[in-house]
Structures are given as C-alpha cells and as structure tokens.
C-alpha cells in the first residue's frame, strides 16, 4: 500500500531551464508523431469523450464579483450526524458549510425585503 506521503515524495519539481534541457537531450515521453498523425475529427472525438470536458459557456448567473468578505475563526458546535455528512463531502467541506449558511441568509434577506402579504 503506498501512503499519501510516499505520492508527495515521487513529486519532482524542475525549473523551466531544467525543462528546457531534458526535452533538447530527448527525455519527453511525449508520442509527438502520434500527436502529429491524429485527425481533427479524431481531436474532436477524443475532446467529446473528455469526462472533464465543460460542453458549453459556463452558468455565470450565480457568480459574485468582487472580493468575499473576511472569513472569521469561531469555534462552533454541530450536530455529529450533519457534521460527518459534510465532512463525508471531503475536501472543502467547510467552505461548503459556509456557502449553505450562507445561502441561507441570503434567502432570509430577500423575504425580508419584501413587502408583507396582506392577509385575507
């Protein structure tokens, strides 16, 4: 079983001069007349087969400009069972938690902005 630490240590990092020198020696493992022979229609196939590929513009309507505001460190009680299921989320489960709380108030500002309904 190979550890996390043991992927970290097989990481080799090189400056763009140390790049430079091992392709001009012929160290690329790069099949460059495979590249050189494939079609555009076997390019736009591969491209379509792509998983990670994002067909389309982007959905901007969500997005926020501008800078987001300062986070603050709480220290904070939650449930056990809200907790792992966040957590079973992974990485970045608490910016998803943030985002949740955040969406929240959000929702609660724009029905407090808006006139109350008469009642019948």
Same mark, same amino acid.
């Given at each position: 079983?190979?550890? #996390?630490?043991?992927?970290?240590? &097989?990481?080799?990092?090189?400056?763009? *001069?140390?790049?430079?020198? *091992? %392709? *001009?020696? +012929? #160290? &690329?493992?790069? &099949? $460059?007349? *495979?590249?050189?022979?494939?079609? +555009?229609? !076997?390019?736009?196939?591969?491209?379509?087969? @792509?998983?990670?590929?994002?067909? =389309? #513009?982007?959905? $901007?309507?969500?997005?926020?400009? +501008?800078?987001?505001?300062?986070? #603050?460190?709480?220290?904070?009680?939650? @449930?056990?069972?809200? %907790? !792992? $299921?966040?957590?079973?989320? =992974?990485? =970045?489960?608490?910016?998803?938690?943030?985002?949740?709380?955040?969406?929240?108030?959000?929702?609660?500002?724009? %029905?407090?902005?808006?006139? !109350?309904?008469?009642?019948?």
């Amino acid at each position: 079983m190979v550890t #996390e630490m043991a992927k970290k240590n &097989d990481i080799v990092r090189l400056t763009s *001069k140390q790049i430079k020198a *091992k %392709l *001009k020696r +012929g #160290e &690329d493992r790069t &099949d $460059w007349k *495979k590249i050189d022979a494939m079609s +555009g229609a !076997a390019l736009e196939a591969s491209i379509k087969a @792509d998983p990670d590929d994002v067909e =389309g #513009e982007p959905d $901007w309507t969500q997005a926020v400009m +501008g800078i987001p505001p300062r986070k #603050e460190h709480i220290n904070i009680r939650i @449930d056990a069972d809200v %907790l !792992a $299921w966040f957590r079973s989320r =992974g990485k =970045g489960y608490q910016s998803m938690m943030n985002n949740v709380l955040r969406a929240f108030v959000q929702t609660r500002e724009v %029905l407090a902005d808006k006139p !109350a309904r008469a009642k019948k």
